[in-house]
């Protein structure tokens, strides 16, 4: 290395290590998994709850603007699949680099990927708007609720670019070991939606009645205070944003290293969304009433695996950090207790919702039909949760270690080779319940499929590249490990 070189890599590199950046390839790995899964379920059980606030407000509007938000799930949750392409990529990248010690490259790449995420964010909202009604069309909307659907989006369009860059920015956090702040971040969002929430949708205290829009005007102005505070918390506080030098020269080279990730895990990611789609496109043509069940169940669901979201986004750090510094015995036990709490879990939340289907769709619709639809899916799906979230969970897994492809390859297979078709041939001939009976023999069968194929695949990854000892052998107490 050039004297040169060096001088310049001394006065770019950090002087020290931000507040709140910790290492995650030593100690507990349990210990790991709740410091990292717990704050993670509490912000996404924040985000959940203020779009379970959307419905519940914007349901008491009436069931024409209740059908019309459920219309908007696949296309906001397809917007956001895309974007959660960077979001993977970015905690992969960076946790993996981490492990590896490359500190200078950290700080880089993370700056990086908010300027792709505030750039990708404005296409995404040019296109959205462009395209708004041939795509609503397509999903079945009718005159009714078109206008309902155009109020709400072309807003949401616009201010996702204002969530893109907090998105983005945790992700960084919880790459650096940190996953409290983006719980504050995302609590911020949710507690000022839900304030805003009914003060403009009904106009209460002097604010004025906007309906439907009011829900997405809350909705922005949450996104805007969640971008500040990700700022404030990445470039003062934990100093992870370097903007001088800014690298322009290496941009490309970021690019490649997060689109690796981002370009099949985001492609993925659309798949679920638009297997989404379809269901309500086929809901639609037997009643308003059968969409607006199907999106207080997407919903509820949600809710009800915060935990779980929690816990996939927990572990990817510690996987990516461990996997960086070839700790693959702490990857492979990281893997086995995740995947164990995920299978109880599953189980614990399919007895409550089938047991408290009336009641839990109760508390956002007093519609009698909605309420039985509702209740056969809760006594149908959730049979089949535990293989369905287990291939989740090696789906977060594969993208965390940089193997997208293997991510890619099993949603595509589960979704798009075997669940569209279940669910048009379910459909054909029992209708509403062919639909749901679909779901949940597809969930078991190829869910069970996947995780044993992935269990296996991982295992033979994690003994190639176990160290050895001076003559080849294991060592002895990873040996005893297996």
């Known amino acids: 290395m050039s004297s040169q070189t060096?001088?310049?890599?001394?006065?770019?590199?950090?002087?020290?290590?931000?507040r709140g950046r910790g290492d995650l390839t030593s100690g507990s790995v349990t210990a790991h998994l709740?410091?990292?899964?717990?704050?993670?379920?509490?912000?996404?059980?924040?985000?959940?709850?203020f779009q379970l606030a959307d419905i519940f407000f914007v349901g008491k509007l009436g069931p024409d603007q209740l059908a019309a938000l459920s219309f908007t799930i696949p296309v906001t949750m397809t917007v956001f699949s895309l974007s959660l392409g960077l979001i993977i990529a970015t905690s992969s990248v960076l946790s993996r680099l981490i492990g590896e010690k490359s500190e200078d490259m950290v700080l880089r790449i993370a700056t990086h990927a908010l300027f792709f995420a505030f750039t990708f964010g404005a296409i995404m909202a040019a296109v959205g708007v462009a395209t708004l009604e041939p795509v609503f069309r397509l999903l079945g909307a009718n005159d009714t609720m078109m206008p309902y659907i155009r109020e709400y989006m072309l807003i949401w369009f616009p201010a996702n670019i204002f969530a893109m860059i907090p998105m983005v920015g945790n992700a960084a956090i919880r790459a650096n070991g940190n996953a409290m702040y983006p719980a504050i971040i995302m609590t911020l969002v949710s507690v000022v939606n839900i304030i805003l929430d009914p003060l403009l949708i009904f106009g209460l205290w002097?604010?004025?009645?906007?309906?439907i829009r009011g829900a997405a005007i809350a909705t922005a102005s949450a996104n805007i205070l969640a971008m500040l505070a990700a700022l404030y918390m990445l470039g003062f506080h934990m100093r992870i944003l370097r903007l001088r030098p800014f690298y322009f020269n290496k941009l490309g080279d970021s690019l490649k290293r997060l689109a690796f990730i981002a370009?099949?895990?985001?492609?993925?990611?659309t798949i679920q969304p638009i297997t989404n789609a379809v269901i309500i496109a086929l809901l639609a043509g037997y009643s308003t009433e059968a969409v607006a069940a199907y999106g207080i169940v997407s919903r509820v669901e949600a809710f009800a695996f915060v935990v779980l979201m929690g816990?996939?986004?927990?572990?990817?750090?510690?996987?990516?950090?461990?996997?960086?510094?070839?700790?693959?015995?702490?990857v492979f036990e990281t893997l086995t207790k995740a995947?164990?709490?995920?299978?109880?879990?599953?189980?614990?939340?399919?007895?409550?919702?089938?047991?408290?289907?009336?009641?839990?769709?109760?508390?956002?619709?007093?519609?009698p039909t909605i309420i039985h639809t509702a209740a056969l899916y809760f006594w149908i799906v959730p049979v089949s949760y535990i293989t369905a979230n287990l291939v989740s969970g090696w789906s977060s897994a594969f993208n965390a270690l940089g193997m997208p492809q293997r991510s890619a390859g099993m949603i595509f297979?589960?979704?798009?080779?075997?669940?569209?078709?279940?669910?048009?041939?379910g459909a054909h001939f029992y209708g509403v319940i062919g639909i749901f009976v679909a779901i949940a023999m597809v969930n078991f069968f190829v869910g069970l499929f996947l995780h044993v194929i992935s269990w296996f695949?991982?295992?033979?990854?994690?003994?190639?590249?176990?160290?050895?000892?001076?003559d080849g052998a294991h060592d002895s107490a990873q040996d005893a490990a297996q």
């Open 6 to 18: 060096q001088t310049i890599r001394n006065q770019t590199a950090p002087k020290g290590r931000g």
């Open 34 to 49: 709740l410091k990292m899964g717990l704050p993670m379920a509490w912000g996404i059980l924040a985000i959940i709850s």
């Open 206 to 211: 002097g604010f004025p009645e906007m309906g």
């Open 263 to 269: 370009v099949p895990a985001g492609i993925t990611s």
């Open 311 to 330: 816990l996939a986004g927990g572990m990817a750090p510690i996987l990516g950090q461990n996997y960086g510094a070839k700790n693959y015995d702490r």
């Open 339 to 367: 995947l164990s709490f995920s299978a109880i879990w599953a189980v614990i939340v399919a007895i409550i919702l089938g047991f408290g289907a009336k009641a839990i769709t109760g508390v956002f619709t007093n519609d």
């Open 413 to 425: 297979v589960k979704y798009i080779l075997v669940q569209i078709p279940a669910i048009y041939v």
């Open 457 to 470: 695949s991982c295992k033979k990854l994690c003994n190639k590249n176990r160290p050895t000892t001076h």
